[in-house]
């Protein structure tokens, strides 16, 4: 399984941008699938995740009503769109697969996902 993440960039703040995460395979349908973010300095956080079918989302408080995470099963995609961006949402955004969970309850660890993108940079000036 194979995952490309793109659609980073530079924006202003206030500005916003969408994020695309490909994947390969067959099952991406019954996966669950992560957005995670990585600063300088700073560990990996999460962001956002959603369930395999799409009707259950779970976002980090410090993204919540401003990113939007959904997915297309048909197309093996996976979004993270993202509005009214902020100087601290710097980062590189990493996406993930999590193949073996069916609940949503730990979507929130590193640890649960068994693929991973290389990663996109999205960089937000003030």
């Known amino acids: 399984v194979q995952l490309q993440a793109s659609g980073g960039g530079l924006v202003q703040a206030g500005g916003s941008l969408r994020l695309s995460c490909a994947v390969s395979g067959r099952t991406f349908s019954s996966y669950i699938m992560g957005w995670f973010r990585q600063a300088p300095g700073k560990e990996r956080e999460f962001v956002a995740a959603i369930s395999s079918g799409g009707r259950s989302t779970s976002y980090a408080d410090s993204v919540k009503g401003r990113f939007t995470i959904s997915r297309d099963n048909a197309k093996n995609t996976v979004y993270l769109q993202m509005i009214s961006l902020k100087p601290e949402d710097t980062a590189v955004y990493y996406c993930?697969?999590?193949?073996?969970?069916?609940?949503?309850?730990?979507?929130?660890?590193?640890?649960?996902?068994?693929?991973w993108g290389q990663g996109t940079l999205v960089t937000v000036s003030s």
């Open positions: 993930a697969a999590d193949r073996t969970s069916f609940y949503m309850t730990t979507a929130h660890y590193t640890s649960q996902y068994d693929y």
